[in-house]
């Protein structure tokens, strides 16, 4: 069964650096999400990528977030300078254009920012 | 974008059938409601999406009345394994920008 995947599964960084968050979607999948969930919180939707754009966006997803799509298979999420309470679990999704319902996530990145 | 309600939290024993209800009073003419299963430090897994009426699959039904505003996850003779949280959200059917409340803590006891 095609599966989402990321990487690292736990990044560790500290407050004020840049980190890059990497997630494969699912081959023939459209839209690409990412979420997070801060420990013991609800899941939170951050972003969501279609056509090479962003399409929605919450408020967690300020100008210290941005996404890309860099070579047709991996979808990225760069924080530029983290914060003790970017600290959380991140997880991307994906979903195709029609047929299958969706989205499947992936296993998550643990980020924790000292 | 519809709110759902779940019970926190409900306790089984293994073999049993459990059924999780969510309200969505407000839910839209568009929206479609999906459940989803999340273990800890896992990413949430995808069970079943419905529109009207019932659906089934391998894993579980999901019952929907005709007027939409709620609808129940079945799940058949749980098992320990199925201890986690369950989530019920409503919105489109891509997932665009859903919304995960706190979800039920399912305990499932031998």
């Known amino acids: 069964e095609p599966e989402v995947t990321q990487t690292p599964s736990h990044q560790v960084t500290q407050m004020g650096q840049e980190v890059i968050l990497r997630c494969v979607p699912i081959?023939?999948?459209?839209?690409f999400y990412w979420y997070r969930q801060i420990l013991g919180q609800k899941v939170e939707f951050l972003v969501s990528f279609y056509n090479n754009e962003i399409s929605e966006k919450s408020e967690i997803f300020d100008d210290q977030f941005s996404v890309e799509r860099p070579d047709g298979s991996n979808f990225t999420l760069k924080i530029r300078s983290t914060k003790l309470e970017d600290s959380a679990m991140y997880f991307c999704?994906?979903?195709?254009?029609?047929?299958?319902?969706?989205?499947?996530f992936g296993p998550g990145t643990r980020l924790t920012v000292t | 974008l519809a709110k759902t309600t779940q019970p926190i939290s409900m306790d089984s024993y293994e073999g049993q059938e459990v059924n999780i209800t969510c309200s969505h009073n407000?839910?839209?003419?568009?929206?479609?409601i999906t459940w989803y299963q999340q273990f800890p430090s896992q990413g949430p897994r995808f069970i079943i999406q419905g529109y009207k009426t019932k659906v089934t699959n391998e894993v579980a039904s999901l019952f929907i009345p005709a007027d939409r505003k709620s609808s129940t996850l079945s799940l058949p003779r749980v098992s320990l394994s199925d201890t986690a949280v369950y989530y019920c959200?409503?919105?489109?059917?891509?997932?665009?920008?859903?919304?995960f409340g706190a979800g039920t803590i399912l305990r499932v006891k031998s």
């Open positions: 081959s023939n999948h459209l839209y």
């Open positions: 959200l409503v919105g489109d059917p891509y997932g665009n920008k859903l919304v």
């Open positions: 999704a994906s979903s195709p254009l029609a047929g299958e319902p969706s989205p499947y």
């Open positions: 407000n839910i839209a003419t568009n929206d479609y």
